[in-house]
């Protein structure tokens, strides 16, 4: 860069203010094209941002549509249990569940064992017991002499539990021990006649010094038990059923698990997940929306308040916004692939109708309703037709090793790198250009300012000489 401190000097009107504003004034052009090179790369940024969104709108909608097909995620495979009274049962059911409706009649509810001890003076003092073992559950659990009452209930858990960690028993043949009113309260872990306590051995008399045990059989504990070990009784369609516990019972119906709660009677009813149908239908319904609303943001033309028009980046991809067209029309077209003398062949059939902007709605939810209680069968044959056309438009956007928002992406990306390297190969043509401008204006000054100087020395010497003859 050429210093041009003799270029001003006292040279009319050339400041350096008035330089700066030359070399703004011819370099501006330049400042336009690198200016309009950024903004193309953030209009890329944006594209390949919309393009990310397009992805995920059609997935999301995309997996609505695969629910209401025929594979092994759709609604139509899913069954469901209803309980006549829930307070007495509930249920679920799987895909290989039968339609059906049982009677159900539960007599008697699951329960684990619980015995008790006599009631002890205290449950901190020594006991006078001598040291000894005893067996419950094949659990040997050994006592130190002078032990308490607190000293018994401690060894008896600690040694289950270790039994449990060993994997020597399992947990739900464990049991546990706990003081009440000064009384030692045994309680199995799990329900069931399986699962009774019993006392294996009591040798050295520790179980029948407190009362717990009578000294006879396995099964001859002192007190009358707190609560029998016994199963759930109950009927289904009259058919007697006994099992260890109240809950998760699937071995009692095919696909179907039982949990019971109460006493009492009530009905079982197995069937299609109409239910589910309606809320997968309202699924789909609500991701159409979100794209069509999207995709008419990202392609329509915008008026600004101040007369101006902002085109969405989308406005000119005839592709995408004939997808949405398609998308409309394929949902709402009549199925052509109907079986013949089918009751249904439009989606407006079931309540479903299209309204202004191209919204969609579940205007009419009980013609749905109905038509699925009705004509299950009919209604699921609709819909996955009508959603197999759908689908097959999205197919090519989202399913492949390569889809088609993968094509957009790594072409806007290919263009944000070749924007990149545009931007800065101008800005280091701008930079020389400066300089060289600077230096080319910085020349011209410094010409005038000798000019100037010339001029002025050509004056003195005139005026100077006329000056000698007054």
Do not use: C
């Amino acid at each position: 860069m050429n210093n041009i401190t003799s270029a001003f000097r006292g040279s009319a009107g050339l400041t350096k203010d008035y330089y700066e504003a030359l070399v703004t004034a011819t370099m501006e052009p330049y400042r336009l094209v690198v200016a309009r090179a950024k903004a193309r790369k953030d209009e890329i940024t944006i594209e390949s941002a919309v393009y990310t969104d397009l992805g995920s709108k059609l997935n999301s909608l995309q997996n609505s549509i695969k629910a209401l097909r025929d594979g092994d995620s759709s609604v139509y495979k899913q069954k469901i249990a209803t309980s006549g009274d829930n307070s007495i049962l509930t249920a679920s059911a799987t895909s290989s569940a039968g339609n059906a409706t049982y009677d159900v009649n539960v007599t008697g509810l699951a329960a684990a064992h619980r015995v008790r001890g006599d009631k002890q003076g205290s449950v901190t003092a020594d006991l006078g017991l001598a040291a000894g073992s005893f067996t419950i559950n094949g659990v040997n659990i050994s006592i130190n002499a002078n032990a308490s009452l607190n000293d018994i209930r401690d060894a008896i858990n600690s040694t289950v539990k270790s039994a449990i960690d060993d994997e020597t028993i399992t947990e739900e043949d464990g049991f546990s021990a706990t003081i009440i009113d000064r009384q030692l309260v045994l309680t199995a872990n799990s329900t069931g006649e399986d699962f009774a306590l019993t006392v294996d051995d009591d040798t050295d008399g520790l179980l029948e010094s407190i009362g717990l045990w009578t000294g006879g059989g396995v099964n001859d504990f002192k007190n009358v038990a707190l609560q029998s070990a016994q199963n759930a009784t109950f009927t289904v369609n009259n058919v007697a059923i006994s099992r260890n516990s109240n809950t998760g019972l699937d071995d009692v119906i095919d696909g179907v698990t039982l949990n019971l709660s109460k006493q009492g009677e009530t009905t079982l009813t197995v069937g299609a997940n109409n239910s589910g149908v309606q809320s997968a239908v309202n699924t789909f319904i609500s991701r159409l929306n979100d794209f069509n609303t999207w995709m008419a943001s990202k392609s329509g033309v915008r008026e600004n308040s101040d007369g101006s028009y902002t085109r969405g980046v989308l406005a000119d991809d005839n592709t995408l916004k004939g997808l949405r067209r398609q998308l409309i029309q394929k949902t709402f077209n009549t199925w052509s692939d109907a079986p013949a003398g089918s009751t249904y062949t439009r989606l407006d059939q079931l309540g479903i109708e299209l309204g202004d902007s191209l919204s969609i709605s579940l205007a009419d939810s009980s013609k749905l309703t109905s038509a699925l209680s009705t004509n299950y069968s009919e209604v699921v044959s609709l819909l996955e037709g009508v959603m197999g056309r759908v689908q097959g438009l999205i197919d090519p956007y989202t399913e492949g090793a390569t889809t088609r928002v993968d094509q957009l992406k790594t072409s806007a990306e290919s263009a944000l790198k070749s924007q990149d390297n545009r931007i800065e190969r101008l800005e280091a043509s701008f930079s020389r250009k400066e300089e060289s401008t600077r230096d080319m204006i910085a020349m011209q000054f410094a010409q005038i300012s000798r000019y100037n100087d010339q001029g002025r020395y050509l004056m003195s010497t005139m005026f100077g000489g006329f000056s000698s003859y007054g």
